[in-house]
């Protein structure tokens, strides 16, 4: 340990010493107009080997200021502008501070030879709508993926699930080649594909699918990556394959590969394992310790695997992928996954009820058992029929097959400690769910002005069919002891269908305003055969038809939506303003009750967005909307549900829309010259007679609940992002967030004909560092904690105030050459926490690994949870409740894994510059 320590001493000293510190300072201007050329890109290479030393970005007024590291005598010096010729230019490195005054950069009216290769190399472009990164431009280690070389760019982040936000804009879609990578899951492809093949990093605004057939701008409120494949590597294969096995009998197993022939490609990927990671990944350091934490889950996130949202899974996954695109004329997808997956949990809570006259306490321990056996497959096609029509369809298939156990203890008391119910209840299920859904969109551009006429179609058609045996035991204590028992078969068959057409077209006023006229219709029918039997003592048959607990009935909701918008497009100014009148029918025909209804209103909705660009770093985006949810079924239809016989539930049918307001403001500012990012944004929620519960408890603390609408509820949010990278060539590089927010809600409900309401506070500060020491040693802390408090309007029940801590160390070493040595600490703080539950918990992975055969070979060894501390408890507050739980989770187990990675690339690439510039003057 003490020679490592001095070595990493020498080598910063050696590379301190070697390497000096210069300033090159300039201006960048248009030739023929003289005006400044604000985004510019300035960059410098080494003259040995080209590889990039610095690089920054012009002012809104043309100037730079370039801080270069480098032990040579000179560099080649790079200005570029999109849409202009390049600046090139030896630059001798003769004193600490460089100026080299305007440089007048002439419009390339067509490709001039060798251009193209210096922008190949050029590290960050700055377009109209679209931020482009050269991968090959920012050093990561030989074996690393997408996600490695995302963490490197200025103004990304990704948490430790893998989700990745663009200056406080969340990416929700990967793409590659513009095509999808298996799923709409953008962590599919950066965690799976290697960054050696990737030749730009595409960001852009998200868009619908009428805004990039009209070339109309996103609306910014998330982001999508696009990955190009480098020429050279976009004909071939590349897979890799990882195996491992630890002690408790825990493994993981997974492998994919991948085959692309420019355009086309197909994929084939597999998983096995019982450590909760439903799906794959490639995370040769932190990966095969589980998903305790929250981690990346790809079959869940395609709805393939239900762990039911608790307890340990062990899952398994198998699917294909194949994608083809011709420029101009189609766009074609295809994917199939199967899925299995098993789970258990056992669950303890405790939970304090609010009453107007005190409260009441109910604890509870369960144990679940569940698995699912699931099959789908989806497809994406686009076809241009010419360059003014677009056919695009979206067809879903899958089968789902469920089975569960679910047994549970509940015992109710009173303020003095005195029992006063129990129940135990167990329920076996068995079910099969079919869907498919499908989407079809219709694009006609009418004129090159902007008009056009857009046709969607969209159906969702669901079969659930599921059995079940239900058991329960609810006995009564005091004065008046009694014991009811429950003893049911339930065969239950439900449909769903839902059908929708949109209607859209819009008519240029000019060449900045626009009008929008649309209309939909929506049509959704729910038929609900649910039969319930009693057990019949006489011959232990399940025989006895219980009318009142069964059901069978259609639900129908129909709703019209015309609706008149205008809009302005604009560099600086955009906004659009639309209104919506829509009318909600609402009919229920019951076979076997009197819950035969029909409901009709009618609203008046808006919605608006203004944005205001101030410059190419700065913009402001307001954003109103207003909408009706109509209540479920299950809160209109007046049947008992007595699946829980300590809450009995039913439903109202006088119940009346909801109605809710929206309000959020966005700053997004990054200065890309000082790789500084600032975000501000805040929203809140206002919501008109609100679907609320309402409970009755009786002397036995029984509940009764029903439904009414109220008004009073809110809530408001806002939060503040900082971001800064500090970068010295390849020597370190720093990142610092800070996000800070706070979250507020007022929530209005009703116990025992009183008037409850809850106003909960939350403030959760959070910082992080990254640290990167020339691809040696990275350490990434994260500290954050989280000041609760909640308020009750009765005088009956304590306010409460806890504070939540959550601090994480992520430490990683490159060295010796081909060792990974890899730590992650995480320590959570639960404040005011019962007695009973764990408070706090330090947990600690760590991995040990080798790499052999040019890293194509890495042996690994790990331990999850080393200190053996892990658990999952929390407190949390409602409306009405106060309550505690700890449930399964997993625990200490050491692993050993291999991981075997392969490819084979043909075809002609470009040639290799061989460190060839072009001097344009």
Known sequence: MHQ???????????LCVSAQEYEITGKVIDR?????????????????????????????NGDFVLDARSSSDAVNLFITYNGYKPNVRLLKLDQKKIAIGSVALELQAEQLEGVSVVGERIPLVIKKDTLEFNADSFKTRPDSNVEDVLKKLPGIEIDTDGTITVNGKEVDKVLVNGQEFFSSDPKVATKSLPKEIIDKIQITDSKTKTQEFTGEEGDGETKTINLTIKEDKNKGYLGRLAAGYGTDDRYQVNGIVNYFNNKERISVLVGSNNINNAGFSFDEIYDMVGNSRGGYSFASSTGLINNFGRGITTSSTAGASYANAKKGAYEIGANYFFAYSDSYNNQKTSRENILPEGSFFTDSESRFDGSTNSNRGAGEFEFDVDKTLRISVEPVLSVNRTNSYDQSTTTSTDLEGNLSNSNERSTVSDGMQRSFSNRIDVLKKLDTLGKFVRLTFRNSNSINENESNFVSTREIFGDQPSEETLNQMNYSDNKHDNYSVDLGYR??????????????FNTSSQINENSVYDLDGSNGEYGLFNETLSTNYEFDTKQQRPSLGIRKEGE?????????YVLTDLSNNDFLHTGTFDRNYENLNFEGMAQYKF????????RYGSDVNAPSVGELQPVRNISNPLNVVTGNPDLGLEQSHRFNLNLNNFNWKDRTGFFIYMGAQIQEDKV????SIDEDLLRTTTFDNVDGNYSFYAGVGYSKQIKKD???TIKINFDPNINYNNDVSFVNDSKLTTKRLSVSPRIGVGFNFAEIVEIEPNYGLTYNNTKYSLDTSEDQNFISHRASLRATTYWPENIVWGNDFNYTYNGNVSSGYDKDVLFWNMSLGAQFLKDKLLFKVLAYDLLNQNNNSARTTGADYIQDYQSTVLQ?????SVTIKFDKFGGKGKPDSGGRMYIIR
């Open 572 to 580: 600086k100014f955009r906004f659009r303003f639309q209104a919506n």
């Open 730 to 732: 390849s020597t370190y």
């Open 892 to 896: 200490r187990y050491f692993m050993a």
């Open 692 to 695: 609320v519960r309402v409970t």
């Open 615 to 622: 410059n190419k770093n700065l913009n402001l985006r307001l």
């Open 4 to 14: 490592s320590k001095l070595f990493f001493l020498f080598l910063l000293i050696g």
């Open 32 to 60: 023929d107009t003289q005006e400044p050329l604000e985004a510019s890109t300035v960059y410098v290479e080494s003259v040995r080997d080209s590889s990039m030393v610095a690089y920054t970005i012009t002012d809104q």
């Open 507 to 520: 008519q240029p006023l000019s060449k900045s305003y626009f009008l929008d006229f649309g209309y939909s």
